[in-house]
């Protein structure tokens, strides 16, 4: 693979990568389809990180599909995949971190103690070995996103991080691998958490612009469906990931919650535009 993209950048080709764990779904499929329309050569990496798993996560039963995979990808035309052991990318006497420091310890970081670190390690890893000239991401994991990009630029990595927007389900349950879990009733009640973005959306539609507000226009929706337990449902400001006080500037309504075993997360980006405000779900 370093072989591959050093020819690339001699070349100056414009090469993309797509960084996933695999078990691709639509939603990876738009961001294969971005970087295609970008960048030549194109590289999916799929990697199930065991570093930003906690010791009591899903890792073991994480859904692994490289054949189905490998064939979506060649249907797409993409020019390389990229599939290394976890033994090849962490040897035993592997002892290096990457921390983005105060983006990372909130939301996601707190539920999920060293999810961040296993994350920008592997991405910073992949980044060395790839040396992509962009990088694509999902807006799904809007924390993982702004932490990546902060990584990118603390430490003038030569690869620019190209934010995707989410893919639905027509009921509006934002893709993800993990909805494999999903059984019987669990299905339906997923939907929670779009419906209660939706809500909000709503809400600020029709003139409300307290977050306090439009956050228990978002709890009712999770309220009403037994099958969820919320974890987290913040309204942040969309540069610091602090807690944001108005929408006069960019922010993401977050949302995490369990449904029956299974943790999902969601999300919607509300930004100023003129006097009204654009809620992207
Ligand atoms: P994962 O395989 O879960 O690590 O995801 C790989 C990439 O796909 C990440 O950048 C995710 O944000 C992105 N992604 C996952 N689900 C979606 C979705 N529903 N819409 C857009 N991007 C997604």
């Known amino acids: 693979m370093q072989q591959i993209a050093r020819d690339a950048l001699v070349k100056e080709r ?13 939603g990876h499929l738009s961001l294969v389809r971005e970087a295609l329309r970008r960048c030549s050569p194109v590289v999916v990496s ?3 990180n065991p570093k930003q798993f906690g010791p009591a996560e899903d890792f073991k039963k994480y859904p692994r599909a ?3 995979d490998r ?14 052991s976890a033994e090849e990318m962490y040897p035993k006497d592997f002892r290096t971190a990457v921390i983005v420091e105060g983006l990372g310890e909130r939301l996601e970081g707190r539920s999920r103690p060293g999810h961040f670190r296993g994350v920008t390690t592997v991405v910073l890893k992949l980044f060395e070995i790839v040396q992509p000239r962009f990088a694509f991401f999902g807006r799904k994991d809007a924390q993982q996103l702004r932490i990546i990009r902060q990584m990118a630029s603390d430490l003038n990595l030569d690869s620019e991080v190209v934010p995707c927007p989410i893919v639905r389900e027509a009921d509006g349950l934002a893709l993800s691998s993990r909805n494999a879990y999903l059984k019987g ?14 809500a909000a959306r709503v809400a600020i539609e029709v003139g409300e612009r307290d977050p306090v507000r439009i956050l228990a226009a978002l709890r009712r929706v999770v309220d009403s469906e037994p099958l969820v337990a919320l974890d987290y449902a913040e309204i942040v400001d969309a540069e610091t990931f602090e807690r944001a006080m ?5 922010v993401y309504l977050l949302i995490a919650a369990r449904v029956g075993g299974t943790r999902l997360i969601d999300n919607a980006l ?3 535009e003129g006097e009204a405000l654009r809620v992207s779900l």
Do not use: C, N, Q, W
Not at 71 to 84: I, N, Q, S, T
């Open 270 to 272: 509300i930004e100023p």
């Open 14 to 26: 414009v090469l993309g990568l797509v960084p996933t764990m695999g078990a691709l779904h639509e």
């Open 246 to 250: 108005t929408l006069r500037r960019p």
């Open 71 to 84: 064939a979506a990808l060649e249907k797409l035309g993409v020019d390389y995949l990229f599939a290394p």
């Open 66 to 68: 490289l054949e189905a």
């Open 46 to 48: 799929l990697f199930v």
């Open 185 to 198: 009733g669990e299905r339906r009640a997923a939907t929670a958490l779009y419906r209660s973005l939706d």
